[in-house]
């Protein structure tokens, strides 16, 4: 339901939304270290751009969570599922392997064996991705109905502090006393995550039907996987695709995408080119734009609970539209801080809203028993939609002008905007956010 803006604020005190903020943090946390963090690491050892640059390799993870989606969904691990139940365990089992990765990362030497460190760093990538799985599933269980737009907001908060950490954090670290210092801190603080999986509730107990067909012994055989991948993938699909138009809720995932990847791919090579310095890039495009980032999740979430889904989407891609129109405005001004202030400003406070947004949604599109398969497939979706559009948005920024190019991204925006209000029948689950409350 619509609530009040001081109980919006007050759900935020929530102890099962400060534990959802906490697992974002332990979440964000080891993403950049297998990215730009692990970058600078291999650049300073004196590798090629060619070698850094297939190093995106390590984190493939990420883009196929949904192929053991299922398995977080149904397999019951031995010792840790009665005491902690499926989701405390999967998830306090992927933390502590990935401590053990982090740290083996950490003691790697790029100079002296690449191949080393490229398994060390899948390794995390691969227990990253298994704990997003998981802390995605526990958050959409663990929370009533009228929270996710809180949970959401604490989740990407979290995420973004994790990465502040392992970006800001790791490189001060290597600066000051070494790499395998940075990455050893690094590891520390996964430990936040333990703890909080420790003394976290468990959300209600899942039940599936009994699945013979999970027995190693029986996906073993080659000519038994369609059959196995039938059965596990099924079901959820199933129930996924009978609930929702799969084609307007593909199509709407794909179109929010376009005008903040277009955005933040391209953001940092078009102000190189007006002539900003890196100095000037790392104060206004990090420090504050990641400030109003955080501060737009935040927002995010108020907004989620007082107007709910449906209008907040509206909104978050409204506000693309302006992102990008101020872009617009910089590329025709030119070096101008003042105007690189504001335009990094909107931008990144859009991120924060449509970042709160977009995950509310994915979030009500998915339901138990098999939330994790749920989310991982939409959220892959989104991750492999991501690449597609990064590469679509270079390729045109080589042929455009930077005016045309911006003016194009916000033209890209409209088809988002048209499915949301022509097409908001599509979406009966958000509907239930819009309805009329009484007054609290």
Not at 74 to 93: E, F, I, T
Not at 225 to 242: A, D, N, R, V
Not at 274 to 302: H, R
Request: aromatic letters at 14%; glycine letters at 8%; a positive charge.
């Amino acid at each position: 339901m619509i609530q009040s803006w001081r109980t919006s604020f007050l759900v935020f005190c929530d102890r099962r939304i400060l534990s959802i903020f906490l697992f974002g943090f332990s979440s964000g946390l080891p993403f950049l270290l297998t990215l730009s963090t692990l970058t600078i690491w291999l650049k300073e050892s004196g590798l090629n751009n060619t070698t850094v640059g297939l190093f995106v390799i390590v984190t493939i993870p990420y883009t196929f969570k949904f192929l053991w989606g299922p398995v977080v969904d149904r397999v019951k691990l031995p010792l840790l599922s009665k005491p902690l139940g499926q989701r405390r365990s999967w998830a306090l089992l992927s933390q502590g392997i990935l401590i053990f990765m982090l740290l083996g990362l950490g003691f790697s030497n790029p100079k002296e064996s690449i191949l080393e460190t490229a398994l060390w760093a899948f390794g995390v990538s691969f227990c990253s991705a298994i704990q997003d799985i998981v802390i995605e599933a526990y958050r959409i269980e663990i929370i009533d109905e009228d929270q996710k737009g809180s949970a959401a907001s604490s989740t990407y908060l979290g995420y973004r502090l994790g990465m502040m950490m392992s970006g800001a954090g790791a490189l001060s670290l290597a600066a000051t006393y070494s790499w395998q210092t940075a990455y050893v801190v690094m590891a520390f603080f996964i430990g936040v995550g333990m703890l909080t999986t420790l003394f976290s509730p468990s959300p209600q107990t899942l039940v599936f039907s009994s699945a013979p067909h999970l027995s190693l012994k029986h996906i073993a055989p080659h000519n038994r996987f369609w059959e196995w991948f039938k059965s596990t993938y099924g079901p959820p699909l199933q129930e996924l695709w009978q609930s929702y138009d799969w084609r307007v809720v593909l199509a709407f995932i794909f179109f929010y995408k376009v005008g903040d990847t277009a955005l933040n791919v391209m953001n940092t090579p078009f102000l190189v080119e007006l002539g900003f310095s890196k100095l000037e890039i790392a104060n206004v495009a990090k420090f504050f734009g990641i400030s109003a980032m955080i501060i737009g999740g935040f927002l995010g979430g108020l907004f989620l609970n007082r107007f709910g889904i449906l209008s907040s989407l509206i909104l978050c891609a409204s506000l693309q539209i302006c992102s990008s129109l101020m872009f617009v405005i910089q590329a025709l001004v030119g070096y101008n801080l003042s105007i690189l202030v504001m335009t990094i400003g909107v931008e990144n406070l859009t991120c924060g809203l449509g970042a709160a947004a977009f995950i509310a949604y994915l979030s009500s599109l998915c339901s138990a028993p098999h939330t994790a398969t749920h989310f991982a497939l939409l959220s892959s979706f989104g991750s492999l939609a991501r690449i597609v559009l990064s590469i679509g948005a270079g390729f045109l920024a080589d042929f455009l002008t930077w005016p045309l190019f911006f003016t194009l991204t916000a033209f890209a925006c409209l088809p988002c905007l048209f499915l949301l209000i022509h097409a908001s029948h599509h979406f009966p689950y958000m509907h239930s956010f819009l309805k009329t409350a009484t007054p609290s």
